[in-house]
Every structure is written in structure tokens, then in C-alpha cells.
């Protein structure tokens, strides 16, 4: 199994560099930003405890990202790979994520980091808010967001780094450019 992590600020361009990767390479999904919207969207208990922590653009809370995640991998037994998408976002859901790796003879064999600036986040989200609707692009919300992954997320490279599985990518560009250098680093360790 091949287990990638992909990895940077809200609107790096995570979600479409991972629809990219899953085409090409066959692996499974899993965006816990997807699964908690899905969750509000059909309005499940879960998505009842978590609404307003997105809404407000900050983090839900460890114990119920993390098993929710660990559920999602259970019931995808048959898969040739994961690309964590969104996940981890802290330091002890990346230590989990090892830990229940690691039980099943697992890992995580590289961390993408898509790397772009503040301002080009800016700009991005304020676009994709005129399509989306997402409540938590509004710009007062985007600024709690992009708190959230500097004071939190953030730690979880140098995590990453310590096992020697980060290949930094340049976020700006054509999307088939940044693409063509993400294969490259998925080949180089595949
Ligand atoms: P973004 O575009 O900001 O990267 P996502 O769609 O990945 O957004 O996530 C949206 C929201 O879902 C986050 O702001 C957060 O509230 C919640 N969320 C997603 N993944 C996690 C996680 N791993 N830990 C805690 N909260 C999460």
C-alpha cells in the first residue's frame, strides 16, 4: 500500500492536485474537510457537533477528527493506497495516523507540501467563494483558518520532516505543471 499525505493552507490547491493523484495513480480519497461538510450536509449527529466549529473556520477537536478517519480507513480494506487530504492537521493526529499505520504494518510513505503565499490564498478562496457558497470562505472566517494552520498545522512538518518523507512543491503555477512535479515525487518513492 501507498499512503500519501498531501499537505498546505486552505486554498493551496489540495482538493485539485488530489483529484489529479487519484486519477492517476488509483488511490483512495479521504478529505475530512468532505466528511465533516457531508456529515452537516445530511445533518448526523456528528455533523450537528461540528456545524458551527467549521462555520467559524476553526479546528474540531482531535478525538473526533481522528476516529473519524480511523473509520473511514477501516471500511476501504481493499485499496491499493490512501492520499490523506486535509488530515493530519495537528500534531497528535499525525501521531495517531502512525500509530494506526504502523498496527497494520502501514505507513506514510510521502508528505506533499504544497508550498504558496498568503496573499495568493487570498486571492484564491475569494474566488472560489463566488462559486462555492462555503460559509467558512468569507474573508473574516479565512483569516481564523489561516490561524488555525499557523499556529497548529504547521508544526506537523518539521514531524514529517524528522522521518525524511517531505518533497516541497511550488503551489503557483499552471495546475498541470505543479502536477507534473508531484508525479515526479510520487515515482521517485513509489
Ligand atoms: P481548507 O480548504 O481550509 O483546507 P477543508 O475542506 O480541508 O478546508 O476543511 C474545512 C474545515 O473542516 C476546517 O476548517 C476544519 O474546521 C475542519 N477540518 C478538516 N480537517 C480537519 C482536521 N484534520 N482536524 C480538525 N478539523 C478539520
Known sequence: MYNL???GPPGA???TQSEKIIE?????????GDMFRMHISNDTDLGKKVKQILAD???????????????????????????FDGFPRTVPQAEALDKFLEDK????????????????????IAERQKISGRADDDADKLVKRIDEYFSKTIHVLPYYQSQDKVTKVNGIGKIDDIFEQISAAIDSTI
Not at 492517476?24 to 475530512?32: E, F, N
Not at 473556520?57 to 492520499?83: A, H, N, Q, R
Not at 504494518?105 to 484564491?124: A, S, T
Open 5 to 7: 499525505v498531501i499537505f
Open 13 to 15: 490547491g489540495k482538493g
Open 24 to 32: 492517476k495513480y488509483k488511490l483512495a480519497h479521504i478529505s475530512t
Open 57 to 83: 473556520g476553526l479546528l474540531v477537536p482531535d478525538s473526533i477528527t481522528i476516529e473519524m478517519l480511523e473509520e473511514e480507513v477501516k471500511s476501504k480494506p481493499d485499496v491499493k493506497g490512501f492520499i
Open 105 to 124: 504494518g502501514l505507513k506514510i510513505n510521502l508528505v506533499l507540501q504544497l508550498d504558496v503565499n498568503q496573499d495568493v490564498i487570498k486571492e484564491r
